[in-house]
């Protein structure tokens, strides 16, 4: 049986349901997170990525609509490490926590009246094909700041991603680049992006309507520790896309994805970049629990008999 946390118990999942009156289900009133694990089949354990940075980075946007949780991210982390548990995965996972405001009654605002529920799923690869992306910008614009921020992750928002990745798909492509409304590059529908220009990396600052991704955040380590590349946050035009050296998604689900042409135009090559290449093998790695210095940013799901984790475990 799989089960899912909601309204503070650990439930069968199909027992977790929710009022067609519910407040977020009308209108979009929920924060939610994608935490990915991963299993390593020798050592028959699902390592948990950088689970405390999730729960930090919701418990920040739950205030963007007044959402005040009453779990610390410590909380969340062990409820979220009880629940994988108990589902017995032995396979690369999704965990979904959403805070939402639970009020069963018609009104726009923001009540206080508010509920917190996780599931996890099993989940192999976002981009099925190892093949690099064929990308378009998208005629959709990335929402602003001021009108729904994108840094919130909050569900509501998710219609603009939406659009864009239909229209992307539609038109025959893998996947979309959103322009900010001034003209500059922001990110893909649930995904950060970055840009190898002359030997460094470069990817839209925090400012420009960016969901501040965790993934993106680690690169940029990654990259400056095992590999000795300086990562530039700065804005990007448009027509930089199309003259990158190489070009690439991360995410949580997208992982890394290396992007082989935007708009028809190839970037470098059309395959995948040295760069790229470099940091999509060091975060494999690294997520597996195969590179031990990294082995800070993963919670280990199956208790092991007599192995102490050094440091803190996540
Ligand atoms: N941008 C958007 C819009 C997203 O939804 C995501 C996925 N959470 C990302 C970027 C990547 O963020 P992270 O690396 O924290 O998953």
């Not at 289900?25 to 390593?40: D, S």
């Not at 990396?201 to 300086?230: D, F, K, M, Y």
Request: hydrophobic fraction near 35%; aromatic fraction near 12%.
């Amino acid at each position: 049986m799989q089960y899912a946390y909601f309204q503070k118990r650990y439930v069968p999942i199909d027992d977790a349901k929710i009022s067609i009156m519910t407040h977020a289900f009308n209108y979009g009133t929920a924060i939610f997170e994608g935490i990915k694990g991963y299993y390593n089949e020798e050592d028959d354990q699902i390592y948990i990525f950088r689970l405390m940075k999730h729960y930090e980075r919701m418990i920040k946007n739950c205030k963007i609509l007044k959402i005040y949780l009453e779990y610390s991210a410590e909380e969340l982390a062990e409820i979220t490490r009880n629940l994988v548990e108990m589902n017995n995965f032995k396979c690369d996972i999704y965990v979904r926590p959403i805070a939402y405001i639970s009020l069963e009654k018609v009104g726009v605002r923001l009540p206080e009246e508010h509920d917190l529920c996780i599931y996890t799923i099993p989940m192999d690869s976002y981009f099925k094909s190892d093949k690099p992306l064929r990308v378009c910008v998208s005629s959709w614009k990335r929402i602003d700041d001021n009108a729904i921020p994108g840094r919130g992750k909050i569900c509501g928002a998710y219609v603009n991603s939406a659009l864009a990745a239909q229209e992307a798909r539609d038109n025959g492509f893998d996947e979309a680049i959103f322009l900010n409304d001034d003209g500059h590059v922001s990110e893909g529908p649930g995904m950060n992006l970055f840009m190898v220009k002359d030997g460094v990396l470069r990817t839209p600052p925090v400012t420009h309507n960016i969901l501040e991704g965790i993934t993106r955040e680690s690169i940029i380590e990654i990259a400056q520790e095992e590999l000795g590349v300086s990562t530039f946050p700065r804005a990007i035009d448009r027509s930089e896309l199309y003259q990158a050296d190489e070009l690439f998604f991360c995410g949580t689900a997208a992982e890394i994805a290396p992007i082989g042409s935007v708009d028809h135009r190839p970037i470098g090559n059309g395959g995948i970049g040295r760069l790229t290449c470099e940091i999509r093998e060091l975060f494999f790695k690294i997520v597996r629990g195969k590179y031990p210095k990294y082995n800070k940013w993963l919670m280990e799901v199956y208790k092991r008999k007599g192995v102490e984790l050094t440091g803190k475990r996540y």
